[in-house]
């Protein structure tokens, strides 16, 4: 389904209005986790971006930083749907961490959410920041997987910043495949119906999809990707967007640079903010704060 663009970019902005996902159930939100915040704003050449900066306990000097980038098909913008996973890498993990609000689409259409992501990952890694700038992450959910990728890819071809670590949950790395299309039984179908509006919102030009940026795991991206950062990779068997991950995965392991595949079973697209149990979510949160110690460590 082709939605025309002034529908897509009316109903991307009503979805902007809607109530993030803040409530969570306890058992997930780890508010039992304590958190040190401030809000934050970082430049980027899309203006000036709100960002909230967690950070560990015993201060930020001499740790390093993870920049999370949320999800919301590139439409919405709820940074704080994030918030239970950076208290819990910025406690456990000890790096701080940067929850960045991003410009999305309409608004911003792509490659602009990119470029932003990326402009704040090199204001992250500058030496002037009160953390180490020369251990950084990137990571996201979802639309936030895709940018962290695309942020990674940028930084491969510029050459900066070093990143130690990318963490692509559930990502969306394929907008050349049409949403009905990536369905296969017993697959959730929510990511069906509302894939057209945020593709077409966020990336209305067709051709331009099968830029790198917008699907590494397209057809038409077949670049070497040797020395890109190594990336731990979460998926979800009930999502849509489980076999873009998994050729993407493979993409990465030929480039000698796959962490590992964590591929869950029983759960779908955002498991972790739409229902599944703490036994679920706290080991793929304990897997990815492992990584970020390991390669953010001195």
């Known amino acids: 389904m082709t939605l025309p663009l002034w529908l897509a970019d009316g109903l ?30 970082v430049p980027t050449r899309h203006g000036e971006l ?24 590139f439409v919405m913008r709820h940074p704080e749907q994030d918030d239970p996973l950076c208290r819990f890498l910025a406690h456990q993990a000890q790096v701080t961490v940067l929850n960045v609000d991003y410009i999305p689409a309409p608004q911003s259409r792509f490659p602009g ?36 990728a695309g942020v990674a890819r940028l930084a491969l071809e510029h050459g900066s910043p070093s990143i130690a670590l990318q963490v692509l949950m559930y990502p969306a790395l394929d907008l050349t495949i049409p949403s009905s299309q990536k369905w296969s039984s017993g697959q959730e179908k929510f990511l069906v119906r509302m894939g057209p509006v945020f593709n077409a919102a966020y990336c209305p030009d067709i051709k331009l999809r099968e830029d790198r940026l917008a699907s590494p795991a397209g057809a038409s991206d077949t670049a070497a990707l040797g020395g890109i950062a190594p990336a731990l990779v979460v998926s979800a068997e009930k999502d849509i967007l489980r076999e873009e991950a998994v050729r993407y995965t493979q993409r990465l392991r030929e480039a000698n640079a796959l962490v590992d595949h964590v591929d869950l079973r029983g759960v779908g697209h955002a498991f972790n903010m739409l229902g599944a149990q703490r036994e679920v979510v706290l080991p793929v949160y304990e897997q990815i704060t492992a990584s970020v110690r390991e390669h953010l460590r001195d």
Do not use: C, M
């Open 12 to 41: 991307a902005r009503l979805l902007q209005k809607a109530p993030g996902s803040s409530r969570l159930p306890a058992e997930v939100a780890f508010t039992e986790i304590p958190a040190i915040t401030e809000e934050i704003a």
């Open 50 to 73: 709100r960002a909230v900066a967690y950070t560990p306990p015993g201060g930020a000097a001499g740790r390093g930083v993870y920049v999370n980038f949320h999800g919301g098909g």
């Open 113 to 148: 959410p990119v470029e932003q992501a990326y402009d704040v990952a090199a204001w992250a890694a500058s030496p002037e920041r009160p953390w180490s700038g020369a251990r950084i992450a990137v990571g996201g959910q979802s639309a936030g997987g895709s940018l962290a």
